[in-house]
């Protein structure tokens, strides 16, 4: 009876540590899986693709892991690296980044309205120019990773990781190498000039990437583009004025080009850019006192006026002299064909044709009056006259 109960006992025991080694190896079936699919993200975890627009550099431990043109990862994949922390991939924009300088060179105007109010450093940011005035400024750039062909010593990408290391740094670094082109951009400009806006953001750009280049960035100002320009309020009024002047002489000198443009077209039309040079030629011509060249100078101009593209007044007044001289010239040439006929008749009897010419003289001077009747010279005197014929 009691051997029974004791039997029973170990059987449950037994049984119980079945069931638990069964559990614990299920458990730990699940762990080695579980491990397995840990280490295989992990060694996963490694591969990168690089983007379009984008370069990589990989480091390990701290430093740049390849050699030779593998340094640079462009766009495309997969590629493949140690996980982090061993390995770290540095993804490295090539498109055009924008970078705006609104307030470092800026005075807030409205805490600056007031004309007679003295500047403060606190608020008022300003620039000194060649002639040590105060003027603001605001300006914007855009900026990109060099291309290989753009820089020498290296890869860009690579000297980008070595100097900025990311691109908030860069942005940084961008800011400061545009402010420092900035001030000695200003400080070789006068304020006259600052005004009518002879200052152009090249002279920025030319100064500010001789700063990234010293610095060895890797990086390139595509342009720079000056945004808005002020002068003190306190003399903004005199300033605007010069500048309202400016423009008026502006529009006057647009008036005047417009006037001549409409007059030479009038006196010459399409010829008059090659008669100006003409007449320019022929005064230089004669400033020099060169006979031949005075000589070519008129043949040119002749040359000119009697082109085909010579139009307008000049034409006219052309085409009217040479229809002048042509008549001039027909009427002389009939003129001598008359006096040659008159001469061959005054030849063969002068008597009668001297008085043919005084009965034209008479007939021209009474015309409608007086009727002429030819006579000739001779011993035959008889004159027969219709009396009753009706005029």
């Given at each position: 009876?009691?051997?029974?109960?004791?039997?029973?006992?170990?059987?449950?025991?037994?049984?119980t540590?079945?069931?638990?080694?069964?559990?614990?190896?299920?458990?730990?079936?699940?762990?080695?899986?579980?491990?397995v699919?840990?280490?295989?993200?992990?060694?996963?975890?490694?591969?990168?693709?690089?983007?379009?627009?984008?370069?990589?550099?990989?480091?390990?431990?701290g430093?740049i892991?390849?050699?030779?043109?593998?340094?640079?990862?462009?766009?495309?994949?997969?590629?493949?690296?140690?996980?982090?922390?061993?390995?770290?991939?540095?993804?490295?924009?090539?498109?055009?980044?924008?970078?705006?300088?609104?307030?470092c060179?800026?005075?807030?105007?409205?805490?600056?309205?007031?004309?007679?109010?003295?500047?403060?450093?606190?608020?008022?940011?300003?620039?000194v120019?060649?002639?040590k005035?105060?003027?603001?400024?605001?300006?914007?750039?855009?900026?990109?990773?060099?291309?290989?062909?753009?820089?020498?010593?290296?890869?860009?990408?690579?000297?980008?990781?070595?100097?900025?290391?990311?691109?908030?740094?860069?942005?940084?670094?961008?800011?400061?190498?545009?402010?420092?082109?900035?001030?000695?951009?200003?400080?070789?400009?006068p304020?006259?000039?600052?005004?009518?806006g002879?200052?152009s953001?090249?002279?920025?750009?030319?100064?500010?990437?001789?700063?990234?280049e010293?610095?060895?960035?890797?990086?390139?100002?595509?342009?720079v583009?000056?945004?808005?320009?002020?002068?003190?309020p306190?003399?903004s009024?005199?300033?605007?004025?010069?500048?309202?002047?400016?423009?008026?002489k502006?529009?006057?000198?647009?008036?005047?080009?417009?006037?001549r443009?409409?007059?030479?077209?009038e006196?010459?039309g399409?010829?008059?850019?090659?008669?100006?040079?003409?007449?320019?030629?022929?005064?230089?011509?004669?400033?020099?006192?060169?006979?031949?060249?005075?000589?070519?100078?008129?043949?040119?101009?002749?040359?000119?006026?009697?082109?085909?593209?010579?139009?307008?007044?000049a034409a006219?007044?052309?085409?009217?002299a040479?229809?002048?001289?042509?008549?001039?010239?027909?009427f002389?040439?009939?003129?001598?064909?008359?006096?040659?006929?008159?001469?061959?008749?005054?030849e063969?009897?002068?008597?009668?044709?001297?008085?043919r010419?005084?009965?034209?003289?008479?007939?021209?001077?009474?015309?409608?009056?007086?009727?002429?009747?030819?006579?000739?010279?001779?011993d035959?005197?008889t004159?027969?006259?219709?009396?009753?014929?009706?005029?």
């Amino acid at each position: 009876m009691s051997s029974t109960p004791r039997h029973t006992d170990a059987a449950q025991k037994s049984a119980t540590l079945q069931a638990v080694e069964a559990s614990l190896l299920r458990v730990f079936a699940l762990l080695k899986w579980f491990v397995v699919l840990l280490l295989a993200a992990f060694a996963l975890s490694g591969v990168f693709f690089v983007p379009e627009g984008k370069v990589a550099i990989r480091t390990r431990f701290g430093r740049i892991a390849d050699s030779g043109p593998s340094r640079v990862f462009t766009p495309g994949g997969p590629y493949f690296s140690l996980p982090r922390p061993l390995d770290e991939v540095f993804f490295i924009p090539t498109t055009l980044q924008q970078i705006e300088l609104d307030t470092c060179f800026w005075a807030e105007q409205s805490e600056y309205a007031y004309p007679y109010r003295t500047a403060s450093s606190a608020w008022d940011a300003s620039l000194v120019t060649g002639d040590k005035n105060l003027v603001h400024l605001r300006l914007s750039a855009a900026y990109r990773l060099a291309s290989p062909s753009e820089t020498v010593g290296g890869s860009p990408a690579l000297r980008f990781v070595k100097t900025a290391g990311s691109m908030d740094r860069a942005r940084t670094v961008v800011r400061n190498a545009l402010e420092q082109g900035t001030v000695h951009a200003l400080a070789r400009t006068p304020i006259e000039a600052f005004y009518k806006g002879d200052l152009s953001g090249e002279q920025i750009r030319a100064t500010a990437q001789a700063a990234l280049e010293a610095m060895d960035t890797g990086l390139v100002i595509a342009n720079v583009s000056v945004n808005a320009r002020a002068v003190p309020p306190s003399v903004s009024a005199a300033f605007q004025a010069v500048n309202l002047a400016q423009s008026k002489k502006a529009q006057r000198i647009e008036k005047a080009e417009q006037q001549r443009t409409a007059l030479l077209n009038e006196v010459a039309g399409m010829g008059a850019p090659a008669m100006l040079e003409a007449i320019a030629a022929y005064e230089q011509a004669k400033a020099d006192g060169d006979a031949a060249a005075i000589r070519a100078a008129e043949e040119r101009v002749e040359g000119v006026l009697l082109s085909s593209e010579m139009s307008g007044q000049a034409a006219a007044i052309i085409q009217a002299a040479l229809a002048t001289k042509t008549r001039g010239v027909e009427f002389v040439r009939g003129a001598s064909e008359r006096f040659l006929v008159m001469l061959e008749l005054y030849e063969r009897n002068p008597a009668f044709y001297r008085d043919r010419q005084i009965q034209d003289a008479l007939q021209r001077i009474f015309a409608g009056r007086v009727e002429t009747f030819f006579l000739p010279h001779g011993d035959d005197d008889t004159l027969y006259l219709e009396m009753g014929r009706r005029r």
